[in-house]
Each structure stands twice: as C-alpha cells, then as structure tokens.
C-alpha cells in the first residue's frame, strides 16, 4: 500500500505541473550550467533584494496572526534574520561583484516582478496565518529544490556559489522543514474551502515565481 501523501505533498502533487516548469525555468537552468550572464545576475540581486522588505511585511502579519506565543517566537526569529543576516549578505553580494554604489539598492515591484509582491501582499493582509505559511512554502521550497540541485555543481564564481549555498541547506533547510511542519499538523485540520484556499495560494505563489524570474533578463 502506498503511503499517503502530507498535506504539504498534496499541495506540491496539485501544482505539480507548474511546480515542473519554475525548476526549468532558464534562470535556473543558466545558475546550474554556470553560464549566467553576470549583469543578469546583478539585476536579479536588486530584484531580490527589493523583494527582502516584502517578504519582511509578510513575516510580520504571520507573526501577528499565528496562533501562540510558541509560533510567534519563532517567527520572529525569522524576522529579525530576514532584516538583519539578508541584509548583510546583500551588502556583501555587492561589494564582490564589484556593484556602482548606486546599483546597491533592492528594485521595486515593478512589470514582470510585481507579481510575487502582489501574492505575498495580498495574502498576508487579508487572509489567515496558514494561508501566509502556504505562499511562504511554494517560494522557499523551491529555492531548497532549486538550490540543493545546483549545489552539486558549485559556480566557479563566488557570488553565485554562496548565494547558492545560502538557499541548499543550514538554517535555510531548517526553515522549508518547520513551515512543512506547521502545515502539515494544521492543514489537515482546516475546513475543506480553507484546504482548497491554501492550495490555490501555493499554486499562484509558484505561478509567480515564473515571471518574477525572467525579470532579471529586462
């Protein structure tokens, strides 16, 4: 008998075919085969990195909406090494490849990126803490997936490699492996229409990460 999936599986197998092309996407692909262009990968760290105070807002309602002090401490946690760790290795990103001064800045939303900010915006303010847990799942798996794969096959160029490796394990890892948890302990226990809700969240969170990607191509 085959074993039944988890909660989080069972979002993953729903978006499943989506879930396949954001890990072909070509951003991807070229990190992989270390054949990024080195101004591609400038931008797409401003891009990040003006995606860092986004993810921060939604952090914050996550934090506010979770349901006890135990989920609550450790989010903040997470808080505080999103506005603090990022923001030092985005610094050193920028200094190593060797950025102008006033390209050391995140970029807005904006065209193909907006997308995600929209997602995450939108959820966090306006609906509950698993709701919020299901779109910061879909990004940060994919990033654990994604990274763990091209970490086989380190770039020869540190920048790349580090921001590679930040994303295949650590403290990372151990962030996918508690999100994955919380869901699958509270997902199972949510209305059908609330089960339905995270799943579509998850799938557009996903569906966002495709554009938000190419942006980094201009």
């Given at each position: 008998m085959a074993t039944?999936?988890?909660?989080?599986?069972?979002?993953?197998?729903?978006?499943q075919t989506t879930w396949d092309a954001v890990?072909?996407?070509?951003?991807?692909r070229e990190v992989e085969a270390d054949?990024?262009?080195?101004e591609v990968f400038a931008r797409y760290l401003r891009?990040?990195?003006?995606?860092?105070?986004?993810?921060?807002?939604a952090l914050g309602y996550?934090?506010?909406?979770?349901?006890?002090?135990?989920?609550?401490?450790?989010?903040?946690?997470?808080?505080?090494?999103?506005?603090t760790d990022q923001q030092q290795?985005?610094?050193?990103?920028?200094?190593?490849?060797?950025?102008?001064?006033?390209?050391?800045?995140?970029l807005p939303p904006h065209g193909a990126s907006a997308a995600l900010h929209d997602v995450f915006l939108g959820v966090a303010r306006t609906q509950g803490y698993e709701e919020i847990l299901a779109c910061t799942l879909a990004a940060e798996w994919l990033y654990l997936t994604w990274c763990s794969r091209a970490h086989r096959t380190p770039s020869a160029r540190p920048?790349?490699?580090?921001?590679?490796?930040?994303?295949?394990?650590?403290?990372?890892?151990?962030?996918?492996?508690?999100?994955?948890?919380?869901l699958d302990d509270r997902g199972p226990r949510l209305s059908v229409e609330r089960r339905a809700r995270l799943g579509e969240v998850f799938a557009r969170a996903l569906a966002a990460e495709i554009p938000f990607h190419a942006a980094a191509y201009g």
């Amino acid at each position: 008998m085959a074993t039944p999936l988890t909660f989080c599986q069972s979002l993953l197998a729903e978006a499943q075919t989506t879930w396949d092309a954001v890990l072909d996407h070509r951003f991807f692909r070229e990190v992989e085969a270390d054949t990024l262009a080195d101004e591609v990968f400038a931008r797409y760290l401003r891009i990040e990195y003006g995606f860092v105070d986004t993810a921060a807002v939604a952090l914050g309602y996550a934090v506010a909406k979770a349901p006890s002090f135990r989920e609550r401490r450790h989010l903040a946690f997470n808080l505080y090494g999103l506005t603090t760790d990022q923001q030092q290795f985005f610094a050193a990103a920028f200094e190593r490849i060797g950025a102008p001064e006033d390209q050391r800045t995140g970029l807005p939303p904006h065209g193909a990126s907006a997308a995600l900010h929209d997602v995450f915006l939108g959820v966090a303010r306006t609906q509950g803490y698993e709701e919020i847990l299901a779109c910061t799942l879909a990004a940060e798996w994919l990033y654990l997936t994604w990274c763990s794969r091209a970490h086989r096959t380190p770039s020869a160029r540190p920048a790349i490699r580090d921001w590679v490796a930040l994303h295949a394990g650590g403290a990372f890892a151990e962030g996918v492996d508690w999100v994955q948890a919380e869901l699958d302990d509270r997902g199972p226990r949510l209305s059908v229409e609330r089960r339905a809700r995270l799943g579509e969240v998850f799938a557009r969170a996903l569906a966002a990460e495709i554009p938000f990607h190419a942006a980094a191509y201009g």
